[in-house]
């Protein structure tokens, strides 16, 4: 029997053999709160094209950025202006110290 083929990470991105899973260093929150700061009137359409993801992936995770208060956003017309929270501080434990802006500082670089 066969193992099922899994599609492949974009180019750039390498399964490793030993482990045999592919995983990333950022989470997708991370990305997506990444385009949000470098461009805060960026269309959902755009974050999820840059972070290859769906839309509707993309949806949740502004809505699970919001709800931690780590974002936030207001409408102008038809289009959403987003503010990302700056002294908010990480949210894992392990993490704790760095402010928001910290991070995003050096992912923005």
Excluded at 1 to 17: C, F, I, K
Aim: proline residues 7%.
């Amino acid at each position: 029997m066969s193992q099922p083929t899994r599609p492949p990470y974009p180019e750039g991105v390498e399964e490793h053999p030993a482990i045999g899973r592919q995983w990333t260093f950022l989470t997708n929150h991370a990305r997506v709160l990444v385009q949000i700061a470098r461009d805060p009137g960026i269309r959902v359409r755009d974050i999820a094209t840059s972070c290859l993801l769906t839309e509707r992936a993309v949806q949740r995770i502004i809505a699970d950025l919001e709800a931690a208060g780590y974002l936030s956003h207001h409408r102008v017309g038809r289009s959403n202006v987003y503010r990302v929270i700056d002294g908010k501080q990480l949210r894992h434990p392990a993490d704790s110290g760095p402010t928001l802006a910290e991070l995003l500082a050096v992912l923005l670089r």
